[in-house]
């Protein structure tokens, strides 16, 4: 039989440390709890890992995008330079200075300014 102790009041004697007990298990798994709440928000694995993670998968998705319509612009250029002939002879122009046979090339430098008499 448990140990009991005697009430003034006159109810019935109650168990010598089972009021404790209880209170220190109700205790200790409030904490339990507390701490697998906070590692769940902040932990390696938690909500804002997870947050971070999002965050980066966006602009990594954004990035890539990117990254395709610049490759598709220029497989689009690498195309035109190898079969339209306007853009051909518009890149001979530019880059190596060449004219079509009759046309005069005018070169047309600025002079310095005079200097005030």
């Not at 971070?52 to 995008?65: K, P």
């Not at 598709?72 to 051909?88: F, M, N, S």
């Not at 079509?100 to 430098?109: A, M, Q, S």
Request: no cysteine; glycine share 6%.
């Amino acid at each position: 039989m448990p140990d009991t102790t005697a009430r003034d009041d006159g109810r019935a004697p109650r168990p010598i440390g089972g009021s404790t007990a209880r209170r220190l298990v109700r205790y200790g798994l409030m904490a339990v709890t507390a701490v697998v709440m906070i590692d769940a928000v902040v932990g390696e694995k938690g909500l804002l890992a997870l947050v971070r993670a999002r965050h980066e998968y966006q602009q990594l998705e954004t990035s890539l995008r990117a990254v395709r319509a610049e490759n598709q612009r220029l497989r689009e250029q690498a195309r035109r330079y190898r079969e339209d002939p306007v853009t051909i002879e518009e890149l001979a122009r530019k880059d190596l200075g060449l004219i079509k046979p009759g046309e005069k090339l005018f070169i047309i430098r600025d002079l310095p300014p005079a200097p005030p008499r």
